[in-house]
Every structure is written in structure tokens, then in C-alpha cells.
């Protein structure tokens, strides 16, 4: 998609689901210069009270739950696009309220197609996966590979089967209904506005203070990192590009892959930080490997992340500074 195409986003009303979030109120800059944003989101993290626009003429909030049917589907009436990006996130989170994760991922997905499915217009569905229906094992995963949940028994898994469900669910509605649906898979996301879990935030606050960086198990989990500002330009391309309706694609950078002890240390040494590795017990099912195939992201959005590692270290500490 070349610049003029890309100018030719305008004149819309994009409804994101969760848009006060991380990447949610990120996206909004991108949206705000030639379009209206209606936020629907319940604010248990909300990164939107901290942007410079949050209060800009084009944005408009609604307070509301996923669960919640009948707002929903009322609040959405009158958008021509929408992003499905709320969910229940963090391991902690998730191993603490299974029952809660499986009911806002997989009832608050069907509200958000089931109201979709009555607008007006509907130009575009964008929903949130995750790479962890990928299972325990990714390596080089692409969007056809099989997807490998674990067993019932932990508490973990109740979100990758969650999400996956909702993956399922809007492919039918795309097929059954030709409902223009997306699916992106997300690779560790990471950067300024993050709230919440997130290892690369909390082992940059812990070594801008200098204090010891906690890593559970042995350190030797392999991650893909990518920055926030690649994951808003692959967003924008799944709301935008006409090839994106009816697929599904992994978003990440494989050229940030490493293990949890080496991002430890290449933030104490890109931040110059006296911090020390201190190892924690781990006492849940964990992601050993996980690193992206994206070449179809590639060959159909002509899409390819660009931010380093270092480089988004850098940019988090930034803006983590400004926040003390």
C-alpha cells in the first residue's frame, strides 16, 4: 500500500473495543488527524489519561463492559470500522481468574461480531489473538500451522483457548456472513504506555532504579520483541489494506529474538544500569519458545517490523522516566 493509499483513510468512525489500553491508545494518533475515535472500554488500564490527546475534539469515550450486550452493541451503532482489542491479560491476571478470562474473551468476542454484524456499514473487524495458541513451542510459527493448547488442568492455558475460540468465531462470521474480519497474532508487544505485566517494562523500571532484575525459571525462555510503533503500522494495514479481509497474521520482529536472561542483560547494559540477575521460582506452564514466522504479514500488507531492540529499550526508558 503506497503513502496515497494509505492518505486515503479518512472521513471514518473507528470503534476500538479496549482502545484506552497499551497498543489501543497508541493507535489513536495514527486515527485522530482525518477521523473520528470512539473509545469502548471498562479503564481497569487505561493508558489514554496520559496522552497529549486524550482530550482531543475527535476522541470520544465510553465507559462501558464487553459484557455488557446491549451497550455494546448501542455504542457501536453509527462506526464504520471496528478493532476488538479488549481482553483479559497477564499471566497473573489469567491464572488468578480463569473463569473470568474465559468469559470476556470468548462471550465479549461474540458481543463485539454478533453487534458488528448489525451495523449500518461495516467496512473492517480487526480482532486481537495472541501467539500463545501456538502452544509451549513456536518456532518459525506461521498462520497455518496448527494451533496446540495444554491441558484443561492449567490454569494458563484458559487464555490461549479463549482466544483461539474467538478466533474461530470470527472466521465463521466472515465465511458464513461476510463479515470483513481480520485476525492478528501479536509477538510480545512492548514500549512506552504499556500498563500492567510485561517483563520488558518491569526490567527497565528495576534497572533505571538499579535495583536486581528478577527472571523466573532459568532464563533461557526465547521471545521475539517488537516495539509498539511497528505493531500501530501493522494494525493500520490489517484496518486499511483490502487483501487483509478473511486472514489472519502473526505480527512480531524475529530479528529481536533472544532468551530472558539476555534481554535482562541488554537492558542493564543499553541503560548503563548497575542492576544485578537475581532467579525467581516459576510456578506456572511457560512460553519456552515463541518466535514468529511473518512473512505472509510481508507478502500481503508489505509489512516488516523495523525497530531494534536497543533502540526500543531506549525509547521505553524515555518515556518511563517522564512517568516518575
Known amino acids: ?18 482502545g484506552a489500553g497499551f497498543i489501543g491508545s497508541s ?15 471498562n479503564l481497569s488500564r487505561d493508558s489514554l489519561k496520559y496522552k497529549k490527546y486524550a482530550n482531543h475534539p ?9 459484557l455488557d450486550k446491549e451497550l455494546l452493541k448501542t455504542s457501536m451503532q453509527g462506526a464504520t470500522h471496528v478493532i476488538h482489542m479488549a481482553a483479559i491479560a497477564g499471566i497473573d491476571t489469567v491464572t488468578n481468574d480463569p473463569i473470568k478470562t474465559m468469559r470476556v474473551n470468548m462471550i465479549g468476542t461474540a458481543n463485539v461480531l454478533e453487534a458488528a454484524a448489525t451495523m449500518e456499514r461495516c467496512d473492517r473487524v480487526v480482532c486481537f489473538s495472541t501467539s500463545e495458541v501456538y502452544g509451549q513451542m513456536a518456532f518459525r510459527s506461521g ?10 488442568e492449567e490454569r494458563r492455558w484458559s487464555y490461549a483457548v479463549s482466544k483461539l475460540a474467538g478466533e474461530h468465531l470470527a472466521q465463521s462470521y466472515y465465511q458464513q456472513l461476510k463479515l470483513p474480519t481480520v485476525t492478528i497474532r501479536p509477538f510480545n508487544i512492548y514500549g512506552p504506555g504499556q500498563i500492567g505485566e510485561g ?6 523500571e528495576r534497572a533505571l532504579m538499579n535495583e ?24 493500520f494495514l490489517t484496518l486499511t489494506h483490502p487483501n487483509a479481509v478473511g486472514e489472519s497474521f502473526n505480527i ?9 536472561y539476555h534481554l535482562a542483560n541488554t537492558i542493564i547494559r543499553v541503560l548503563s544500569s548497575q542492576s544485578v540477575i537475581h532467579y525467581g521460582t516459576k510456578n506456572y506452564a511457560d512460553i519456552e519458545l515463541r518466535m514468529p514466522n511473518t512473512d505472509k504479514a510481508k507478502d500481503v500488507l508489505q509489512f516488516e517490523a ?8 531506549r525509547r521505553t526508558a524515555v518515556f518511563l522516566r517522564t512517568m516518575k
Open 1 to 18: 500500500m503506497s503513502s496515497s493509499e494509505k492518505n486515503l483513510f479518512t472521513n471514518n468512525r473507528v470503534f476500538i473495543i479496549g
Open 27 to 41: 493507535f489513536i494518533e495514527r486515527l485522530i488527524s482525518h477521523n473520528d475515535v470512539i473509545v469502548y472500554d
Open 58 to 66: 475527535r476522541v470520544h469515550v465510553i465507559e462501558g463492559d464487553i
Open 143 to 152: 498462520e497455518r500451522d496448527e494451533a496446540i493448547i495444554g491441558t484443561a
Open 199 to 204: 517483563a520488558v517494562k518491569s526490567m527497565i
Open 212 to 235: 536486581p532484575i528478577t527472571i523466573y525459571g532459568d532464563g533461557a525462555q526465547i521471545r521475539s520483541w517488537c516495539y509498539v510503533d511497528d505493531m500501530i503500522e501493522a494494525l
Open 252 to 260: 512480531g520482529n524475529k530479528n529481536t529474538t533472544l532468551t530472558t
Open 306 to 313: 523495523k525497530i531494534d531492540l536497543e533502540e526500543g529499550i
